[in-house]
């Protein structure tokens, strides 16, 4: 009898799947009212000045890793494009 196999027979005996479904259904209605009170509360902190600032830095540096990803993204394509060219070269002589 392979892995497999027993893990079926075994989620067949217990129902891990369906009490898996079950419990994860409930925690994200819980994780969901609890982000609306999150959400009310960041809300009513970026209305301040400090709230300002701080959303202000967080997208500076936000903005800044998005930047080098793209930045680092396009160097590689450079770079693997220039070898591939190079070996086609290569193959035609």
């Keep these: 009898m392979g892995l ?3 893990f ?3 989620e067949r005996e217990h129902h891990l799947l369906q009490n898996l479904f079950a419990s994860s259904g409930q925690a994200i209605e819980s994780v969901g009212e609890r982000g609306l009170d999150l959400k009310e509360a960041l ?3 970026g209305k ?3 709230g300002a600032a701080l959303f202000g830095g967080v997208t500076w540096v936000a903005e800044g890793v998005v930047q080098g990803i793209s930045e680092g993204a ?3 394509a450079v770079i693997v494009g220039s070898a591939i060219a190079i070996k ?3 193959l035609e002589r």
Excluded: A, N
Aim: charged share 35%; net charge positive; hydrophobic share 20%.
């Design 88 to 90: 086609s070269d290569g």
């Design 4 to 6: 497999s196999d027993r």
């Design 43 to 45: 809300v009513r902190f």
């Design 48 to 50: 301040g000045r400090v």
């Design 8 to 10: 079926l027979q075994h």
């Design 74 to 76: 396009g160097r590689s």
